[in-house]
C-alpha cells in the first residue's frame, strides 16, 4: 500500500466518521429531522462495511418537504436575479472548500476512483456559477413589434420543482439539475439515490452555509416505491427532474400523468462509437478507452459499443486489448486507480451476468470477463472487458450493461455504420473518428442521438444542450435550454392606439 493511499484512507476515515456514527436524515425547511420512517444501513461497494444508517422517508416526511418548498416559492421567485446570483456565487465558493472532503466521501459511497471524483466539487461549483450569471436575465425574452401590436415574453420560475438524482456520479449530477433550478427562482425538493446518498448531505449544508431561505432546498433520503413515487405526484411539485435509467423514466411518467407535471428524463444509453479506417489512430485509441472505462463504466454517456471499420479492425483491435488488460483495478481512493468497485452488489450481480450472456450469444470475450472478488475480497470489483466477435443483435449490443465492458462490432462501409449506430432503443450519445470532414458531417445528421462528438470524447460546454432521444430521454439541459424547463414563458399582447377592436351588435 502506497503512501499516498494510506494517508487518502486516514483522511476518508476522518470525513466518514460522522455518518458512522450519526444517522443521515433528511433537510427540509432548513432542519435536518430524521423523520418520522425506519432507517437503512449504506455501506461502502469497496468492501461491504458499513458507513452509516441512513433514515428512510415516509409519505409525512416528503409532503413536509413539498409544503416547505411550496411556502418558500413566491418569495424566492421574487428575489432579484442579481440577489440569487450572489447566494449562488458564495454556494460554489462553499463547495470548493469542501473539495477533498467531497471527493473522499463520493469514492468510498459510490466506489469511484479518487482521480476522478477530484473533479466533483470543482465541477458542482462551475456548474452554480455558470447559472448564477444568467440568473439576472433568466426571464427576459423576446420583444416582437406588429403595425398595431407589440407582442414580449417573460419567463417566470415554475414553481416548486422534484430534482431525483442516480447513484453513479450522484454530487455533480445534483448540481446540474438543482443549480439552474434555483438560479431561475425555483424551489427544490431533492431525492438522491438510496445507494449513494452521503454527499447530497454536504451539499445542502453548503447551501445552508451560502445563505439560501429556509424550504428554498429540501431534501429527503429513502427509496422511489415511497418517498420517489410521494414526491413525484405531490400536488405541489410542478415539474420533475430525473436523472436514471429508462425504466425508472417509464415510471415516473405514468406517476406524474394524472398532475400533467412537465418532465424532463434523461435516462439510459447504449452509445456507438464509430472508427473509421481514416480517423486518427492513437487519438481515437484514447477516447474509446477513457469513454468506457472511466467512471467504472457507470456513465449515462460512455460508448459502450465500438462500431469499428474492416480495414483497421485487426490492428486497432489488438491495440485496444493491450490497453484495457493494462487497466489498472484497485481501491477507489489509490490515486494510481483507474476503474473500482460497481456501485452495490446488485449492480455487480447484474454486470457479471453478461459475462456469461456474451458466451451464450456467441461472442468472444478478449480481455476480462470475470469478477475480481477471490483476489481482492468482498467488494464489488470486476475485470475491465472486452468483447469481441459481436454481432448487433446481441443482448450485449443491445441492453446498457453500465460498467466497464465494451462491445465490439465490425462495419465495412458507412451505410452500415449507420445502420448499426441506430439499430438501437437508445439515443443518447455517439462519437465519430474520422478525417473525413464530409463524411463526419453526414454521419453526424443520421446517426439518431441527441449528441454526437466527433474527433472528440465527451467535452461538455455549459451552454450547450444536453440530453437524448427514443428512450433516452425527454428534454434538454444546458444554457438556456434548463431556464426553458424550470420556468414558464408568458406572451403580452400590447395593442397600440391605431388598432380598432371588431364591433358586434351595435
Not at 445507494?195 to 448531505?201: D, F, K, Q, R, V
Not at 435509467?245 to 406524474?256: H, N, R
Not at 462501409?413 to 473518428?433: R, S
Request: hydrophobic share 40%.
Amino acid at each position: 500500500m502506497s503512501e499516498q493511499l494510506q494517508e487518502n484512507i486516514a483522511k476518508a476515515e476522518g470525513y466518514l466518521a460522522r455518518f458512522k456514527e450519526n444517522t443521515l436524515g433528511h433537510y427540509i425547511n432548513g432542519e435536518w429531522t430524521l423523520g418520522q420512517g425506519e432507517t437503512f444501513d449504506n455501506t461502502t461497494p469497496f468492501d461491504q462495511s458499513f458507513l452509516g444508517k441512513v433514515a428512510a422517508a415516509t409519505e409525512a416526511d416528503v409532503n413536509a418537504a413539498c409544503e416547505a418548498a411550496e411556502a418558500a416559492a413566491a418569495e424566492w421567485a421574487a428575489t432579484p436575479g442579481a440577489e440569487r446570483r450572489k447566494i449562488l456565487h458564495r454556494l460554489g465558493d462553499e463547495l470548493e472548500k469542501r473539495a477533498e472532503e467531497i471527493a473522499m466521501v463520493e469514492s468510498m459511497d459510490c466506489g469511484q476512483a479518487i482521480r476522478f471524483m477530484r473533479q466533483a466539487a470543482v465541477r458542482g461549483a462551475a456548474n452554480f456559477r455558470f447559472f448564477a450569471d444568467q440568473a439576472p436575465e433568466a426571464r427576459n425574452g423576446l420583444s416582437l413589434h406588429q403595425q398595431e401590436h407589440t407582442n414580449y415574453t417573460v419567463r417566470n420560475p415554475i414553481g416548486p420543482v422534484a430534482v431525483i438524482t442516480p447513484w453513479n456520479t450522484p454530487f455533480m449530477l445534483s448540481t446540474w439539475k438543482i443549480a439552474p433550478a434555483l438560479a431561475a427562482g425555483c424551489t427544490v425538493v431533492h431525492k438522491p439515490a438510496e445507494l449513494s446518498p452521503l454527499t447530497a448531505s454536504i451539499l445542502a449544508e453548503c447551501a445552508e452555509a451560502a445563505g439560501l431561505p429556509k424550504g428554498v432546498w429540501n431534501m429527503v433520503n429513502g427509496f422511489g416505491a415511497v418517498a420517489g413515487k410521494t414526491l413525484t405526484e405531490h400536488p405541489a411539485i410542478k415539474a420533475v427532474a430525473l436523472v436514471g435509467d429508462s425504466a425508472t423514466g417509464k415510471l415516473i411518467q405514468a406517476q406524474t400523468a394524472q398532475t400533467l407535471k412537465r418532465l424532463h428524463l434523461e435516462l439510459g444509453g447504449k452509445n456507438p462509437v464509430i472508427v473509421f479506417d481514416d480517423a486518427d489512430f492513437d487519438r481515437a485509441l484514447d477516447a474509446v478507452v477513457f469513454m468506457i472505462y472511466s467512471l467504472n463504466g457507470q456513465r449515462c454517456t460512455s460508448s459502450s459499443r465500438l462500431l469499428v471499420q474492416s480495414g483497421i479492425k485487426d490492428k486497432f483491435l489488438a491495440a485496444l486489448k493491450e490497453r484495457v488488460a493494462n487497466i489498472k483495478v484497485g481501491h477507489p481512493l489509490d490515486p494510481a486507480t483507474e476503474v473500482g468497485p460497481l456501485v452495490h452488489t446488485g449492480h455487480y450481480d447484474k454486470v457479471t451476468s453478461y459475462f456469461e450472456i456474451a458466451k451464450e450469444d456467441g461472442a468472444t470475450v478478449a480481455v476480462g470477463g470475470k469478477s475480481l472478488r477471490d483476489e481482492m475480497g468482498p467488494g464489488n470489483f470486476v475485470t475491465p472487458t472486452l468483447f469481441v466477435e459481436a454481432k448487433n443483435s446481441m443482448r450485449i449490443a443491445q441492453e446498457e450493461i453500465f460498467g466497464p465492458v465494451l462491445t465490439a462490432i465490425e462495419f465495412e462501409t458507412e451505410e452500415e455504420a449507420v445502420k448499426l449506430a441506430n439499430e438501437t432503443i437508445y439515443g443518447l450519445a455517439g462519437y465519430i473518428w474520422t478525417s473525413n470532414t464530409g463524411r463526419a458531417m453526414r454521419m453526424a445528421d443520421k446517426v439518431e442521438a441527441g449528441m454526437l462528438w466527433v474527433n472528440s470524447e465527451n467535452n461538455r460546454n455549459l451552454p450547450s444542450p444536453f440530453g437524448g432521444v427514443k428512450m433516452s430521454g425527454i428534454g434538454r439541459d444546458g444554457g438556456d435550454w434548463s431556464f426553458d424547463f424550470y420556468m414558464e414563458t408568458k406572451n403580452v399582447c400590447i395593442a397600440h392606439d391605431t388598432h380598432r377592436v371588431p364591433v358586434l351588435g351595435r
